[in-house]
């Protein structure tokens, strides 16, 4: 697989989560990409179902440590 190519790594429940971790991986230099950023708000009412659900994506060399900055939590949280 070439190291540069886009892999989903998880699948964030809203526009809050989504940018909390996008800024979390940004502060260790991992650029990553946001899927269904704008189709979000349609599919939490029902519109799309899950094919408007947003999706977090790296590339594949960084996915490993995107996952483990993930697990951690060491992210904010907007519960």
């Known amino acids: 697989m070439d190291p540069d190519s886009l892999v989903q790594i998880y699948w964030?429940?809203?526009h809050l989560e989504a940018d909390a971790i996008r800024q979390a991986l940004e502060a260790e230099d991992i650029p990553c990409h946001i899927d269904g950023e704008n189709l979000a708000g349609l599919a939490s009412n029902g519109f799309?179902?899950?094919?408007?659900?947003?999706?977090?994506?790296?590339?594949?060399?960084?996915?490993?440590?995107?996952?483990s900055i993930i697990e951690s939590g060491d992210w904010p949280r907007y519960s």
């Open 12 to 14: 964030p429940v809203d």
């Open 48 to 67: 799309f179902g899950s094919a408007g659900r947003m999706r977090l994506l790296v590339r594949s060399r960084d996915a490993d440590e995107a996952r």
